[in-house]
Structures are given as C-alpha cells and as structure tokens.
C-alpha cells in the first residue's frame, strides 16, 4: 500500500524525534525517524541493535557519532550505515545542532518513542533511565557494558551521568568564545544515570 505522510499526519514526537515513516507502513521492513537536535545535546547511551541495521543521514547541521571505536563528524549530505551487532550512539557539537534522519531496517525500533512518550504521561513526569532502559529493550536497544557510556559534545565517551554537566561546560565554553551570552538548560536531573545503575 502506499502513503503520503504530511508533516501534520505524524504521530506526536518526543525530544526532537519525529515519526515520519512507521514500520508499519511497510509490513515491517523498514522505518525512518526524522530528529532536530539543538548544539551540545549527547544522545543516547552507546548501545546496539542486534536484529536491525540503522542509518543516520545529515540533512543540515553537524553529527558527532561513535561507530565502535572511531568517532567521527559528519556534515550535511553525509551518512553512517551501521550493522546491526555494531557499537553506536550520537552527540551534537557545542557550536551546531543537527537536522538528520534515522532509517531502520527491519523497523520496529520507531515505536519506542511513543510508547516512552506514553510511559511518561501515565507516570505525570519523566521515567528513571532503569525504566527507559526496560522499554527500549522491547524494540532491539540494548546499553553497551553494566555501566552506561554517552558521547560528548566533543567525541569523548564519559559515564553518562557526568555526560549532561561536560555537555553544559562546553557550550558555556563555546557561547562565551562566540561573545554569546551562555545559558543552557540540562537534559536530565541530578543523578538520573547513577541511579540507574545502582538499581540494576
């Protein structure tokens, strides 16, 4: 069967990712997630996708990712294609948000996303990282190592819990080097990884 999604047609999004082709759309072999991510935002904790392949193309702007042990930036037009089994994860530069796109092959993955978003409302507010962890399991996440790794702003893996602060240093850094004045907001609470892995 064949669709036309419209920007207004698609699902409601949670921080920056948007569901522009749904697995289900395709009987399930492939789905495509459209994320706007402003300057120094570290995605998610470096992990793997046993049973999917996942591809990151840069449509503007600038995307850190760690692909196992090189890290690299890519820029408009440019694209990572990473094997499933593969080591991965993201960060934007403190200088430059991103505007990429993320296909899945199998899909499946896609839903995670409304149903933390879900999760999230039937909880009144924000879910611990454990939770998060749990959910994403469902659609072929899975956390690199017992504790989890993020990327910087900067292509350097750290403990994800001190991930948020060094992504907060470096865009003050960068702001104030630019004579901007610097004022950035923190992505998670205090402790939101260290409580994770305590409790797994």
């Known amino acids: 069967m064949t669709y036309i999604v419209h920007p207004g047609d698609r699902p409601e999004?949670?921080?920056?990712?948007?569901?522009?082709?749904s697995s289900k759309m395709t009987d399930g072999a492939a789905s495509l997630v459209e994320t706007r991510q402003g300057p120094a935002?570290?995605?998610?904790?470096?992990?793997?996708?046993?049973?999917?392949?996942?591809?990151?193309?840069v449509v503007s702007g600038k995307l850190i990712v760690q692909?196992?042990?090189?890290?690299?930036?890519?820029?408009?037009?440019?694209m990572a294609h990473i094997t499933s089994?593969?080591?991965?994860?993201?960060?934007?530069?403190?200088?430059?948000?991103?505007h990429f796109l993320t296909l899945h092959m199998p899909g499946g993955y896609e839903d995670y996303h409304p149903?933390?978003?879900?999760?999230?409302?039937?909880?009144?507010?924000?879910?611990?990282q454990e939770d998060l962890f749990k959910i994403a399991a469902k659609f072929d996440w899975r956390p690199v190592g017992?504790?989890?790794?993020?990327?910087?702003?900067?292509?350097?893996?750290?403990?994800?819990g001190e991930v948020d602060d060094?992504?907060?240093?470096?865009?003050?850094?960068?702001?104030?080097?630019?004579?901007?004045?610097?004022h950035v907001e923190?992505?998670?609470?205090?402790?939101?990884?260290?409580?994770?892995?305590?409790?797994?």
């Open 67 to 78: 692909v196992d042990d090189e890290v690299v930036e890519l820029g408009p037009s440019s």
């Open 166 to 182: 060094e992504a907060a240093r470096l865009r003050e850094e960068w702001l104030k080097a630019n004579g901007q004045e610097a």
């Open 41 to 57: 935002w570290s995605g998610p904790p470096l992990h793997t996708h046993a049973e999917s392949t996942e591809t990151y193309f």
């Open 146 to 160: 017992d504790k989890p790794q993020r990327l910087t702003p900067d292509g350097r893996l750290m403990p994800a």
């Open 186 to 200: 923190r992505i998670h609470d205090d402790g939101f990884y260290d409580k994770a892995a305590e409790e797994a």
């Open 13 to 21: 999004g949670r921080r920056g990712f948007e569901i522009v082709l």
């Open 115 to 128: 149903t933390a978003l879900q999760a999230e409302k039937d909880n009144g507010g924000p879910l611990t």
């Open 85 to 98: 089994g593969t080591r991965h994860t993201w960060a934007t530069p403190p200088g430059e948000g991103a």
